[in-house]
Structure formats: structure tokens, C-alpha cells
């Protein structure tokens, strides 16, 4: 009687554990990303993947578009050596703390210094630490000015060279327009990376800088960039923004522009194609796009930014991680994200593309700015230093009665403690 159950429980058990018909168990490769906002091109690129390695299925996870909390995300997993995360989206900024901390597989064996050379040098640069190469260029960005172009004839206004006379044009545009929506200025100043990214042009143009990376010391408390700070909080957010610019990251801060709010817009290159869709912005046509102003006899800076794939050290499938990098990095998915997206690819070669360069006639101008654009400082210690950088930041364009002196004092010395970190201690 006994054998009888065990044959039936047997018998059930097999049925319960065999394979469905036809759907033979598939590898997976798994890759954290960010919602694009074309996502079509990249699902249409996952597919041809799929379908050139038959049996694979790329799972996705969505994180957050905010650099700031994919970071999060996206360490949380690599503390956790989470097996089932085999590549990643990467911030310029990171290869440096992920190469450190051992959770970014080195990929020379795979990107050779021949297949690098075809790539941009600033992000091939920021993807390095201590001489290996850990991640592939995706796309690249930089900081940009957007206008309304229309508005700016209108009234018979230049487009701006520095940031004073930004000010002075927006006010004058407002001052005649007597539109009680719009505002002068558009960009990033919610406490983030992004928030870094924007004030460090400011700092930069006006000939200041974030830290010494030779001395180790924040250079915050110094007097350029103090006055640049101050610009920014007095005449840009004081006197031709509004305080609900202090919650926009790049998504609010596009929106307002595209709405038809904003005058002059701060943001990277993906943004000139959804202002210029009729389908969703109201002000298609109309919007021009330049360099970053600077200020009186100095130039103008933008910051270096874009994003990476990276592969992680504790994934189990290096080589499909690899082949999948590739995929995604080559010349045609690029040239098809740049298409559809409008965002600006790394391989050198595709800004002689002659069907790229007609869909994107900026391009070619893009790239002197990309050249020009300033990396933020490689450190392992990136992250804890930006933190402190965005809580500075972000109390003073708050608080306009705080004390610019005393919190530039304090975000110097905290910075001061982190930068500590890297200096060569002698062997006790
Ligand atoms: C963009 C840039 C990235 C930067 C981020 C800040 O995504 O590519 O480098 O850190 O904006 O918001």
C-alpha cells in the first residue's frame, strides 16, 4: 500500500516539476537601468539581442531616473553582492568609488585599448581608475543653454553671453511680456547631483573651483566661489526664478520650459529634441540652444556628465554581460538611441555620420562643447563629498538670510575630513 502512494506522490511530483511544453528554461541576464524617454528604441534593441542569442531573456529593473537614488539602489545591490545583477547603468561619476569598492568587474580583458580609441577621451578618462577600464560609454552630456528663441526676437535680444546679462534680458522679457507664469530661468536646483552639476558651471565660470585635488582642501570657501553661489542665489533664483525651482530635477525643470514658462532653460543635449515635439512641447520651433554663459571676461563651463555600462563583479555570466555591453555600445544601437532620443553618442565616428548629422544638425557643435566640458573630479570618495556639496548648496539657495560665510566655512571642513581620506599615510 505504502509503494502505491509513493509511486502516485512520485508521479504527481514529476508532472508538477516538468518543464512546460516547448518553453525550455531560458538564461537570464539581468540589467538595472533608468526609464528612457523613448523606451521603444531600447526594447527594440533588448529584442534583436534576444533574438541573435537564442534561449536569453534580458530581465530588467527600473530604477529611479535620479542619479542620486539609482545610486542608492543600485549599491544597496552591490553591498549585498546580489548575484542576480549582472549589468548596470553608470554614472560618470561613479567608476572611481565602484572600482574601489570591488563592484565593477575590470573590463580591459574585454575592451581593449584599440575598441577604446574609437570611443570620446573624457568618458573613456572618467571610466578608468588606477589604470584599468570599467565601464563602456553609452552616451555623453554636457550643460547647455536652451532660449526662446522667439521671445528673444520679439523684444530684439542677443543671445546672452554671460550670466549677468542673463539676468538682465530675462528681467527685461518678463518686465514686457506681464505673463504671471512665466519665469526667467529653468533648471536643477533640488538637493541632488544634479544640483552639483549646475552650480559647479557657475563656480567654474567665474574661475572658482569645487576642491584642490593636488592640496586635498575644498576650495568652497574661497572668494570666487562664494561670489558665484551668491549670484546664483540672489539674481537667479532671487530675481528671475521662483522658489519651486528648488524642487526640479531635470524631468520638472524640461517641463516648465516645454510648457512655454520658462525663457531660458538649463539642461543636457537630450532635451533639444522633446522641446522641439509638437506632440508635447508648445514651444517646437521656437527654442535655440548655445553654450553656457560665463561671466564678465571669463567663459563659460559645463559640466561633463553621461552614463556608462558596467558590468558587475559578482555576476556569474561575465562573457554574456560582456556580449551585451557590446551590443548595446555598438555604432548601429547608438546611432538608432540617437535617432530617437536625441542623445548624443560616445563612438567618434558617429559625428561624421552623414544621416546623424542630418537628423541632428547640432551635432558637430556639440562635440567642441562636449571637448570643452569639465569633468567632475574621479575619487573614489565622490559620492560622501557631493553630499556635503548638496546639502551646502541647497541650504543656501533655500534660505536666502542664511549665513553664505559660516555654511561654506562648514561644508569646507566636512569636505576637508572626507579628502583626508586620500592622502598616502606613511607605513606605521
Ligand atoms: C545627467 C548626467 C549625469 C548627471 C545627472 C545629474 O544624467 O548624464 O552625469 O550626474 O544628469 O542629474
Redesign the pocket.
Known amino acids: 500500500m505504502l509503494h502505491v502512494k509513493k509511486f502516485w506522490f512520485c508521479l504527481a511530483l514529476i508532472f508538477v516539476l516538468r518543464p512546460a511544453a516547448g518553453s525550455a528554461a531560458k538564461t537570464e541576464l539581468r540589467l538595472v537601468g533608468w526609464r528612457s524617454e523613448a523606451t521603444q528604441v531600447w526594447d527594440r534593441a533588448i529584442a534583436d539581442f534576444e533574438r541573435q542569442n537564442p534561449g536569453l531573456k534580458v530581465v530588467r529593473e527600473i530604477g529611479p531616473s535620479?542619479?542620486?537614488q539609482f545610486h542608492d539602489l543600485l549599491t544597496q545591490k552591490l553591498k549585498n553582492r546580489d548575484p542576480k545583477l549582472d549589468v548596470f547603468f553608470m554614472?560618470?561619476?561613479w567608476p572611481g568609488e565602484f572600482a574601489s569598492a570591488g563592484w565593477a568587474l575590470p573590463l580591459d580583458r574585454y575592451f581593449t585599448a584599440a575598441e577604446q580609441n574609437k570611443f570620446l577621451e573624457a568618458p573613456i578618462l572618467a571610466n578608468h581608475y588606477r589604470q584599468h577600464v570599467f565601464g563602456v560609454p553609452l552616451?555623453i552630456?554636457a550643460g547647455l543653454l536652451y532660449y526662446r528663441k522667439d521671445l528673444l526676437a520679439k523684444y530684439g535680444f542677443p543671445a546672452p553671453r554671460t550670466w549677468p546679462e542673463l539676468v538682465e534680458t530675462a528681467k527685461k522679457i518678463l518686465a514686457r511680456e506681464r505673463d504671471p507664469d512665466l519665469v526667467g530661468f529653468s533648471a536643477?536646483f533640488k538637493q541632488?547631483?544634479?544640483l552639483?552639476?549646475n552650480m559647479m558651471e557657475y563656480i567654474l565660470a567665474n574661475g572658482g573651483s569645487l576642491w584642490d585635488a593636488t592640496r586635498l582642501v575644498s576650495t568652497l570657501d574661497q572668494p570666487r566661489a562664494l561670489e558665484a553661489v551668491r549670484f546664483v542665489r540672489d539674481r537667479i533664483i532671487g530675481e528671475i526664478s521662483h522658489r519651486g525651482i528648488l524642487t526640479y530635477?531635470?524631468p520638472e525643470s524640461l517641463a516648465l520650459f516645454t510648457q512655454g514658462h520658462a525663457i531660458f532653460h538649463r539642461n543636457?543635449p537630450y532635451a533639444w529634441k522633446i522641446a522641439n515635439d509638437s506632440e508635447t512641447s508648445k514651444i517646437a520651433g521656437k527654442v535655440g540652444m548655445m553654450p553656457l554663459p560665463g561671466f564678465p571676461g571669463k567663459k563659460g563651463a559645463a559640466?561633463?556628465?553621461?552614463?556608462q555600462l558596467g558590468i558587475s563583479r559578482f555576476s556569474t555570466q561575465p562573457e554574456l554581460a560582456w556580449r551585451f555591453v557590446a551590443f548595446m555600445t555598438s555604432a548601429a544601437i547608438q546611432k538608432r538611441i540617437a535617432l530617437a532620443t536625441g542623445r548624443a553618442p560616445t563612438r567618434r565616428a558617429l559625428y561624421d555620420d552623414p544621416e546623424l548629422l542630418d537628423a541632428i544638425p547640432q551635432l558637430k557643435s556639440l562635440l567642441q562643447i562636449f571637448r570643452q566640458a569639465v569633468p567632475?573630479p574621479i575619487t573614489p570618495v565622490y559620492i560622501p563629498l557631493s553630499n556635503i556639496m548638496q546639502r551646502y548648496f541647497s541650504s543656501i539657495l533655500a534660505l536666502p538670510d542664511a549665513d553664505l560665510l559660516a555654511r561654506a566655512a562648514l561644508a569646507t571642513r566636512d569636505m576637508n575630513r572626507v579628502l583626508d581620506l586620500l592622502r598616502e599615510r606613511p607605513p606605521s
Not at 559640466?303 to 552614463?307: D, I, Q, R, V, Y
Open positions: 535620479s542619479s542620486t554614472d560618470v561619476i552616451f552630456d536643477q541632488y547631483e544634479g552639483v552639476c530635477e531635470e543636457w559640466t561633463l556628465g553621461g552614463w567632475r
